[in-house]
């Protein structure tokens, strides 16, 4: 288990550390709000599906806690409940994650209504808190299926029988409560003497592969090399034999019913050069972001994000000497400011071109089909959808 927590909680208080700032200073920002919540997850100062319902569960569990309902009747605490969570939902809808824990939460203070407001908050907190340590389990179960999945089936293992992987984006301690999900299997596999290298990608325009997951990589100590996005089809095509990428890995924002899944931007690029190349594509998802009532990826919402994003760029000042200065800090353009800009968050992976998806709860496999089908890991789920 990684010493990295990009959450700290307990009841009353909860710090979120900035990523921003990563991989240069660690600083931890006190979120007491959910307006506090609402601007970090925005400003993307935390990211990764789970790690973004956590904060959103636990910031309104310590407003609670400190006293934020002013409602003198149970219908009033959940209607004010109601109204902050649906307010916290916006700052980053495509997570469904988010979306997930959101109803979830409505559905037990409902359970609780009749307790007054007393009991409704109460029963609301333990249910956050809950969230908080269930990711945690659920990545550890993530790791030791995908790890055990990918010996199994990798089409290519080096001379000690062990294999390469690249990953996309952040999935790891930072993105989750610990341990990960895409690098939580990253982690399994080196933790069982199965890792030979893990290369990762920049991840472009937010950095987000060159700025944690690489410093997570190098934190661990596992054998890593960070390569540009536009790099991978020449990766793949060049490495020889005995480090040949058995597999690419990455999380899901969302994973829709047919198996269609939804990720940071360049996923859909990988996916298409993993498959030319003979190469397994996995997703790394908690069942939590699977979501069984949008049937298609077609359906799916993408953000669009601030064209600055492309267009300048922050960072920690290198001194003459080759040092990084962290008191000091520089944003700079790299491009004209004056040319248009599409900046999608993410993409569309088709089912078609994605080999397994991995859970807590076991790997799934596309059907004669070719769809992936859910209904054996999430059967109560899978019933209300189709009785609905």
Same mark, same amino acid.
């Given at each position: 288990?990684?010493?990295? =927590?990009?959450?700290?909680?307990?009841?009353?208080?909860?710090?979120?550390?900035?990523?921003?700032?990563?991989?240069?200073?660690?600083?931890?920002?006190?979120?007491?709000?959910?307006?506090?919540?609402?601007?970090?997850?925005?400003?993307?100062?935390?990211?990764?599906?789970?790690?973004?319902?956590?904060?959103?569960?636990?910031?309104?569990?310590?407003?609670?806690?400190?006293?934020?309902?002013n *409602?003198?009747?149970?219908?009033?605490?959940?209607?004010?409940?109601?109204?902050?969570?649906? &307010?916290?939902?916006?700052?980053?809808?495509? #997570?469904?994650?988010? @979306? %997930?824990?959101?109803?979830?939460?409505?559905?037990?203070? +409902?359970?609780?209504?009749?307790?007054?407001?007393?009991?409704?908050?109460? *029963?609301?907190?333990?249910?956050?808190?809950e969230?908080?340590?269930?990711?945690?389990?659920? %990545?550890?179960?993530?790791?030791?299926?995908?790890?055990?999945?990918?010996?199994?089936?990798?089409?290519?293992?080096? #001379?000690?029988?062990?294999?390469? !992987?690249?990953?996309?984006?952040?999935? $790891?301690?930072l993105?989750?409560?610990?341990?990960?999900?895409a690098?939580?299997?990253?982690?399994?596999?080196?933790?069982?003497?199965?890792?030979?290298?893990?290369?990762?990608?920049?991840?472009?325009?937010? %950095?987000? $592969?060159?700025?944690?997951?690489?410093?997570?990589? !190098?934190?661990?100590?596992i054998? *890593?090399?960070?390569?540009?996005?536009?790099?991978? @089809? #020449?990766?793949?095509?060049?490495?020889? =034999?005995?480090?040949?990428? #058995?597999?690419?890995?990455?999380?899901?924002?969302? !994973? !829709?019913?047919? @198996?269609?899944?939804?990720?940071?931007?360049?996923? &859909?690029?990988l996916?298409?050069?993993?498959?030319?190349?003979?190469?397994?594509?996995?997703?790394?998802?908690?069942?939590?972001?699977?979501?069984?009532?949008?049937?298609?990826?077609?359906?799916?919402?993408?953000? =669009?994000?601030?064209?600055?994003?492309?267009?300048?760029?922050?960072? *920690?000042?290198?001194?003459?000497?080759?040092?990084?200065?962290?008191?000091?800090?520089?944003?700079?353009?790299?491009?004209?400011?004056?040319?248009?800009?599409?900046?999608?968050?993410?993409?569309?992976?088709?089912?078609?071109?994605?080999?397994?998806?991995?859970?807590?709860?076991?790997?799934?496999?596309?059907?004669?089909?070719?769809v992936?089908?859910f209904?054996?890991?999430?059967?109560e +789920?899978?019933?209300?959808?189709?009785?609905?």
């Open positions: 288990m990684s010493g990295l =927590q990009a959450i700290r909680y307990s009841r009353g208080k909860l710090e979120v550390l900035d990523q921003l700032r990563l991989p240069h200073e660690h600083h931890y920002d006190l979120v007491s709000t959910a307006e506090e919540a609402f601007d970090c997850i925005k400003s993307m100062r935390v990211r990764g599906a789970p790690a973004i319902a956590i904060v959103a569960a636990l910031a309104h569990a310590v407003e609670l806690q400190n006293g934020s309902c *409602a003198t009747s149970g219908e009033e605490t959940v209607s004010y409940i109601d109204s902050r969570l649906d &307010y916290l939902f916006l700052s980053r809808p495509t #997570a469904v994650d988010l @979306g %997930n824990a959101i109803t979830s939460l409505k559905a037990v203070i +409902r359970e609780h209504s009749s307790e007054g407001k007393d009991g409704i908050v109460a *029963a609301y907190i333990a249910a956050a808190e969230i908080f340590r269930k990711d945690t389990e659920t %990545n550890l179960l993530i790791g030791e299926h995908g790890a055990k999945w990918l010996m199994a089936n990798a089409p290519i293992k080096s #001379a000690d029988d062990k294999v390469s !992987v690249l990953t996309h984006c952040n999935t $790891g301690s993105a989750t409560s610990g341990h990960g999900t690098l939580g299997i990253i982690r399994s596999l080196f933790a069982g003497g199965d890792l030979r290298h893990a290369f990762c990608t920049e991840t472009r325009p937010y %950095n987000q $592969g060159s700025r944690l997951t690489a410093f997570e990589l !190098v934190y661990e100590g054998p *890593a090399t960070l390569i540009t996005d536009s790099m991978a @089809g #020449a990766l793949f095509a060049t490495r020889k =034999q005995e480090s040949s990428i #058995a597999a690419v890995i990455v999380g899901a924002d969302r !994973v !829709v019913r047919n @198996g269609d899944t939804a990720n940071k931007i360049g996923t &859909y690029a996916a298409v050069l993993a498959r030319h190349h003979g190469i397994k594509f996995i997703v790394a998802a908690p069942t939590t972001s699977i979501d069984l009532q949008t049937e298609t990826g077609s359906a799916i919402k993408i953000e =669009q994000r601030k064209p600055e994003e492309l267009t300048q760029i922050t960072g *920690a000042v290198v001194g003459a000497d080759g040092k990084v200065d962290i008191s000091r800090s520089e944003r700079v353009a790299i491009a004209h400011q004056d040319v248009g800009v599409w900046n999608p968050a993410f993409d569309v992976t088709p089912a078609e071109l994605i080999d397994a998806v991995v859970t807590e709860k076991g790997v799934v496999e596309k059907g004669p089909s070719g992936f089908d209904r054996e890991i999430m059967p +789920r899978w019933a209300a959808v189709v009785k609905s």
